[in-house]
């Protein structure tokens, strides 16, 4: 599946308000959907470039050999979930999407961003 496509169907989980794929090495966005007046999706897909590279550093500084599989940050009113791309040589990606909490699922939200990141290619 393609950026657009990827997109178009993260926007379409309940609650959706926006979404991106984002570089995490230069915290750019390459492509995103929705935001609006209260959500700028470029200004967010920067500072959670800042979110995913601290997780990492902390991730390496204790010697864990894991990896990130998605972050959650829960606001008052939205939920935030990262989810880090992996496999098909695309390090160093992510998909932002946020979510208005009192209509989404969290639990079919992370699984549904799980199938969007294993059928997007790049």
Do not use: C, P
């Not at 959706?16 to 794929?21: D, E, H, K, N």
């Not at 007046?37 to 050999?65: C, F, I, Q, W």
């Amino acid at each position: 599946m393609d950026i657009d496509t990827a997109l178009k169907e993260a926007m379409a989980i309940d609650g959706a308000l926006g979404a991106s794929l984002v570089d995490y090495d230069s915290g750019m966005s390459l492509g995103s959907l929705g935001g609006g007046k209260y959500l700028n999706l470029d200004v967010a897909s920067a500072g959670n470039t800042e979110v995913v590279r601290a997780k990492m550093r902390t991730l390496e500084s204790l010697g864990m050999k894991e990896t990130i599989d998605d972050i959650l940050i829960t606001l008052q009113r939205q939920y935030h979930l990262i989810r880090l791309v992996t496999g098909q040589g695309h390090s160093g990606l992510f998909l932002y999407l946020a979510l208005d909490k009192s209509k989404a699922n969290l639990a079919l939200a992370r699984h549904n961003l799980k199938r969007i990141e294993n059928e997007l290619t790049v």
